[in-house]
Structure formats: C-alpha cells, structure tokens
C-alpha cells in the first residue's frame, strides 16, 4: 500500500512538474539557507580558532594603560612576573610602526623590541640565522630579526642575514629571518621586525613597557595563574586595577566558542522559517489538490478505499514533495556554501549532523502541513464526491 501511494506520489508531481517546483521553493530554500550558513558560520569560527590556538592556549597578555613611567613598567619589573608561580616565560615588548628600508626599497612594518623569549612565546621558528639574545639587550645592541614577508619586500630571494637595514634612519644588522608563520585576527604575523627591547626603548624613546606575553607551565592551570599574576601587578599599582588588564587565550577561546553557537543557533532559527513558510506552501497546493480530485477520492472510497487509505495516499504525497525539496536544498546549500568560500576566500565547514537535520526537519513539515489536506480528503462523503463537478 505505501509502496503504490508513493508511486501515485511521484505520478502526480510529475504531471505538475511546475507547480510541484514551486511549491518545493520554500522548503528547498530554507534547507539550502540552514546549510549554508551554518557551514559558512562554522568555517569562520574554526578559522578564528586555529588563529587564537596559533598563539597558545597557554598564553596570557598583560596589558598597561596609561601615560607616564607611573602607569608603565620598566624592563626589570615586567620580568619580575617571569618569577610569579606557574609562570614559564615572560617576553616584554614594545611596538611602533617604523619605516625600514634597504638601498631603494622601503617597507612600513610594526618593529617590535622585546628578549629571547619572544621567540617560544609567540610560537615562532627561525627560517634563517639567530634571534636575539641577552647579550644583544645588555649592550643596546642594534640587530634585527625580520619576518619572512619583510625579508622578502626588501630582499627579494637574496638572504638578508648579514645585510644592513634602516629603521628610522639608524643602521641595523640583520641577524636572522623568521620562519612564515601566517595571519591572525590583528593581520599577518610576517610583517615584522624585532630587535633587542633596549633598543628600541631608546629608538622609539618609549616611557616604559606596556605589553608582556607570558606563557603558563600548564595551560589547565591558567586561570589560577592570571590570578597570580594580577595579583602581583596589584602591588606593583598599588591596588589600581585600572592600570592593566591580563588576558587569557583559553578565555578567549571559550569567549569565540560560546559565541560561534549562539550566531548558528540564530541563524538556523532564521533559515528554519524558510521551512516552515515552506510547509504552508505545501498545506496550501496540497489543499488545491484535494478540490481538483475530490471526483477520484469518491470512486476511490467507492470501490473499497478506507478513510485510513486516502488520508495516507495525501500524506505521502506532502512528505514526498517536502523530501524532495530537502534533498534539492541541500545540494542548493552546498553549492552556495562552496560558492561563497571561492568568491570571498571564506573557510566553511559543512556538518552532516546538520544536514540530516535539516532534511528531518523538512520531512516533518510535510508531515505537520500535509497531515490537514490529507485529513480533509480522508473525511470527504463518497457519494458527494462523486457529484463534485
């Protein structure tokens, strides 16, 4: 019985091939939109999570506010957090945009000064050369490590290491060239140049240092080891919260993910009323449907068809046209999906899990709205049915 009624199913749209288009539109659409967005959605968020992870789950920034040397730190008390438990390394920086230039060409790149521990901090990889090192901070030596796109600005495929550079009009000795390391949330992690901290304090003429990297011994632990290290920032201001903030990577990464499922909560909920305006699409044709067969529904139950019969034939139709257009939909989410990641270069990330949802939920549309046509049919008098002109 349910093998025929799904043949009459298919009977009957495809001798409504337009019409049955039209009205799979709405569900097709809502299907495709869930897909696609949710995909685009989850593509974005693991891409800013590999951003964050890149950097460390271990890794907490310290931030000064402020102007003056009385809401800085000097080079010795920013290290003093090193020395703060459950810390393993401490690099302070200080950061200016510098012009460098090497014979005719010129390139305006972040110079960072910070100590050898940047190096572990940020992640980083030596391509070519050395890094700087203590020896390079006791004597304000000027040595510089260039990141591999500035390395390729100015050098092109000739090595840089033992090269001169100006940075600001002061010679500097190339040392070393960082290995690609690729973007982040704030822009390319190659476009930089770092030098000894003391160097560039006396270069950039800096008040103090603002920003220190720590990495924590045992990333489960960091929560714990902020607090410490707030703590001991607390003395160092005299109990002026305002004066620093520290932030986590770990709170940053539960901050990304809490909100990469609350924008794909939202969106499937906005694509989900293309289904549901979808499923009235459907109640509605289905309905037409009943009135121009309402001669067929008489000499059905005429010849022996039972109420259970005609109310099962409607609804499979209703389920079978849903179906269809969930399987439409996702192959139209898909495609849109796959299409916006070549035009705009967007990661997207497609979940089976979501796609099963998708069409379950398109099935139990044609179920909810195909159940009231195919009820109304069921309960059609057969003698005036077969009247019905």
Same mark, same amino acid.
């Given at each position: 019985?349910?093998?025929?009624?799904?043949?009459?199913?298919?009977?009957?749209?495809?001798? +409504?091939?337009?019409?049955?288009?039209?009205?799979?539109?709405?569900?097709?659409?809502?299907?495709?939109?869930?897909?696609?967005?949710?995909?685009? !959605?989850? @593509?974005?968020?693991?891409?800013?999570?590999?951003?964050?992870?890149?950097?460390?789950?271990?890794?907490?920034?310290?931030?000064?506010?402020?102007? !003056?040397?009385?809401?800085?730190?000097?080079?010795?008390?920013?290290?003093?957090?090193?020395?703060?438990?459950?810390?393993?390394?401490?690099?302070?920086?200080?950061?200016?945009?510098?012009?460098?230039?090497?014979?005719?060409?010129?390139?305006?790149? +972040?110079?960072? !000064?910070?100590?050898?521990?940047?190096?572990?901090?940020?992640?980083?990889?030596?391509?070519?050369?050395?890094?700087? @090192?203590?020896?390079?901070?006791?004597?304000?030596?000027?040595?510089?490590?260039?990141?591999?796109?500035?390395?390729?600005?100015?050098?092109?495929?000739? +090595?840089?290491?033992?090269?001169?550079?100006?940075?600001?009009?002061?010679?500097?000795?190339?040392?070393?060239?960082?290995?690609?390391?690729?973007?982040?949330?704030?822009?390319?992690?190659?476009?930089?140049?770092?030098?000894?901290?003391?160097? *560039?304090?006396?270069?950039?003429?800096? @008040?103090?240092?603002?920003?220190?990297?720590?990495?924590?011994?045992?990333?489960?632990?960091?929560?714990?080891?902020?607090?410490?290290?707030?703590?001991?920032?607390?003395?160092?201001?005299?109990?002026?919260?305002?004066?620093?903030?520290?932030?986590?990577?770990?709170?940053?990464?539960?901050?990304?993910?809490?909100?990469?499922?609350?924008?794909?909560?939202?969106?499937? /909920?906005?694509?989900?009323?293309?289904?549901?305006?979808?499923?009235? /699409?459907?109640?509605?044709?289905?309905?037409?449907?009943?009135?121009?067969?309402?001669?067929?529904?008489?000499?059905?139950?005429?010849?022996?068809?039972?109420?259970?019969?005609?109310?099962?034939?409607?609804?499979?139709?209703?389920?079978?046209?849903?179906?269809? @257009?969930?399987?439409?939909?996702?192959?139209? !989410?898909?495609?849109?999906?796959?299409?916006?990641?070549?035009?705009?270069?967007?990661?997207?990330?497609?979940?089976?899990?979501?796609?099963?949802?998708?069409?379950?939920?398109?099935?139990?549309?044609?179920?909810?709205? *195909?159940?009231?046509?195919? +009820?109304?049919?069921?309960?059609?008098?057969?003698?005036?049915?077969?009247?019905?002109?």
């Amino acid at each position: 019985m349910i093998v025929q009624s799904v043949k009459m199913a298919f009977k009957s749209i495809l001798a +409504n091939k337009m019409r049955s288009l039209l009205t799979m539109l709405g569900i097709i659409i809502g299907v495709a939109s869930v897909i696609a967005l949710v995909a685009i !959605g989850q @593509g974005t968020t693991k891409r800013v999570t590999e951003q964050v992870q890149g950097l460390g789950a271990n890794l907490l920034t310290v931030n000064i506010f402020g102007r !003056g040397p009385s809401t800085a730190l000097d080079y010795e008390q920013a290290m003093r957090l090193a020395e703060v438990e459950g810390v393993e390394l401490a690099a302070p920086a200080v950061t200016q945009n510098a012009t460098v230039k090497f014979g005719t060409t010129s390139e305006s790149v +972040n110079v960072t !000064g910070t100590n050898r521990a940047f190096l572990d901090v940020q992640h980083y990889e030596m391509a070519e050369g050395r890094f700087i @090192g203590d020896v390079d901070l006791d004597f304000r030596h000027r040595v510089a490590v260039l990141g591999s796109e500035t390395a390729a600005a100015l050098f092109g495929d000739e +090595n840089p290491v033992g090269q001169t550079v100006s940075i600001n009009g002061s010679r500097f000795k190339v040392v070393g060239v960082l290995a690609e390391k690729g973007e982040s949330s704030a822009g390319s992690r190659d476009e930089i140049v770092i030098v000894p901290i003391t160097t *560039g304090e006396r270069m950039f003429r800096t @008040g103090g240092v603002r920003t220190i990297y720590l990495t924590v011994e045992d990333e489960r632990e960091a929560t714990a080891v902020r607090e410490r290290v707030e703590n001991e920032l607390a003395g160092m201001f005299r109990g002026n919260a305002n004066s620093y903030r520290v932030f986590s990577q770990q709170e940053l990464l539960e901050t990304v993910s809490s909100i990469s499922d609350s924008l794909a909560l939202m969106l499937g /909920g906005i694509a989900a009323i293309s289904l549901v305006v979808g499923g009235i /699409g459907i109640m509605n044709i289905m309905l037409v449907s009943v009135t121009e067969r309402t001669r067929e529904i008489g000499v059905r139950k005429a010849i022996g068809a039972k109420r259970r019969h005609i109310l099962l034939q409607f609804l499979i139709e209703a389920v079978v046209l849903s179906s269809l @257009g969930g399987v439409l939909g996702i192959g139209a !989410g898909v495609g849109a999906a796959l299409g916006a990641s070549r035009a705009a270069g967007m990661d997207v990330v497609f979940s089976t899990d979501v796609m099963l949802l998708a069409f379950g939920f398109s099935m139990a549309i044609g179920v909810l709205f *195909g159940l009231f046509p195919a +009820n109304k049919a069921a309960k059609l008098n057969p003698i005036e049915a077969l009247r019905f002109e």
